[in-house]
């Protein structure tokens, strides 16, 4: 049976059709090198999505199957001449099979608690993080690990060995309100906290606020902005990823800003995708465009505005990782390249694939383990072939991800955001 939705699911046959089928996107597919199918490629995905819009296939397990182990690191859409929108068709297929298709009860109570009653509400999520970081700091992470409990519990143990030290979350206090610039005023600022980014990386945020305050920011930070959706829509739960998209607009529209500043890669991807994701909704799809266009990732905002030269040196060898949605959906190539140079002392070392997929995908590392183990390996070479002594990178998955690996390989490497780094330049902070 299928689950009730609102808004019917409608594959964009348009941007379906653009496809030539040329192949081009099959040396740019994760999935589809370490696999070696068809219909692990985008464009074997793309053959399969048109079949079942045209009812020649039902949107079945075998559908699922295929549209899920994609990665929606959308690198096909950056080799595509054709310009499809791969991202968005695969997101569209997956909305698709869970509107016609009924999990187990087990899986839906799951998919509920998480994108119903989790993601769209923050105080939830803080009330998660407070108590994880109540585990953390009790001594239960100790029994839970040294008793083999986290193995019995299937996923959840393995979402609970990603987590690094959570901060303190009286921390995140510091990170609300109106915040004044430092010296003359040169831009009005709206911050877009995130969720994993305001638990778990907190002292991120903090960096963020502190570097935009330093270039002339008075930063307003709207206390009812929730979770931007970008796991509900990789999950094809399209319904509450749109409730979610109206609430961050209204968040944010009336407070005369030159800017939205995001530092999570992911976040910014799908904030500036909110109106395909509203197109349909007469009273939003206006809005959704004009809260779109002020989005800006925090490198492509400090870029854009001649940042200062902070005073401190980094001196370290360091390379950098491109989170997908960063480089492949908001094509954002220079700007965090151009804000890391900008640090004296750097000694930058080029990642060789930076621009491919860590294998953190939102939760893609969860539910496809194998297959994400895999395309972290080859990226763990890579930048240990670096000898860097730190590794950026701007989304918070990749952070997880990036940081997993180090740990299994115990090498000397810290996983940073860019933004920390040249936090701490000017701060004059030692590394």
Request: aromatic content about 8%; hydrophobic content about 40%; glycine content about 6%.
């Amino acid at each position: 049976m299928a689950k009730a939705n609102t808004t019917p699911i409608k594959i964009s046959v348009d941007r379906l059709v653009a496809c030539t089928h040329c192949g081009l996107c099959l040396p740019t597919c994760p999935t589809y090198r370490e696999l070696g199918l068809e219909m692990d490629s985008p464009r074997g995905r793309l053959y399969l999505i048109r079949a079942v819009d045209e009812e020649r296939l039902p949107a079945n397990d075998s559908f699922a199957k295929y549209t899920y182990r994609c990665l929606d690191c959308r690198a096909c859409e950056t080799a595509c001449p054709s310009g499809v929108h791969f991202g968005q068709l695969i997101e569209e297929a997956r909305a698709l099979y869970e509107e016609h298709n009924r999990r187990p009860l087990s899986v839906r109570l799951l998919r509920k608690f998480v994108f119903e009653w989790l993601f769209p509400y923050p105080r939830r999520i803080n009330m998660l993080f407070n108590l994880l970081w109540f585990y953390q700091k009790s001594g239960l992470r100790w029994f839970a690990r040294n008793l083999g409990i986290l193995k019995l519990m299937g996923s959840t143990g393995k979402m609970e060995a990603l987590l690094p030290e959570l901060p303190a979350p009286w921390e995140r206090k510091k990170i609300r309100g109106i915040i004044s610039a430092q010296g003359e005023r040169r831009y009005r600022v709206g911050f877009f906290t995130g969720c994993v980014m305001n638990t778990v990386f907190t002292p991120t945020n903090l960096a963020t606020i502190r570097v935009l305050v330093a270039n002339g920011c008075e930063l307003v930070i709207p206390g009812n902005q929730n979770c931007c959706g970008a796991l509900n829509i990789h999950s094809g739960e399209r319904e509450a990823a749109s409730r979610m998209a109206r609430r961050n607009i209204r968040a944010f529209e009336s407070l005369d800003l030159d800017a939205i500043v995001v530092n999570a890669a992911g976040c910014g991807a799908t904030l500036k995708e909110y109106p395909e994701l509203l197109a349909h909704d007469p009273e939003y799809a206006e809005r959704a465009e004009t809260f779109s266009n002020k989005v800006k990732d925090i490198s492509e905002f400090l870029v854009g505005i001649e940042m200062s030269t902070p005073e401190g040196e980094i001196r370290k060898r360091v390379t950098y990782d491109e989170p997908c949605h960063l480089v492949h959906a908001q094509k954002i190539h220079d700007p965090p390249r151009q804000m890391i140079h900008k640090i004296p002392g750097i000694d930058f070392v080029e990642l060789r694939e930076s621009e491919w997929c860590c294998g953190s995908a939102g939760i893609y590392n969860i539910l496809q383990p194998e297959i994400s183990a895999q395309i972290l390996e080859r990226k763990i070479k890579y930048i240990q072939d670096t000898e860097a002594e730190i590794v950026l990178t701007g989304n918070p998955g990749c952070l997880l991800q990036i940081q997993m690996g180090i740990r299994q390989h115990q090498l000397p490497i810290r996983v940073m955001h860019p933004i920390d780094l040249l936090d701490a330049a000017y701060r004059k902070k030692e590394i």
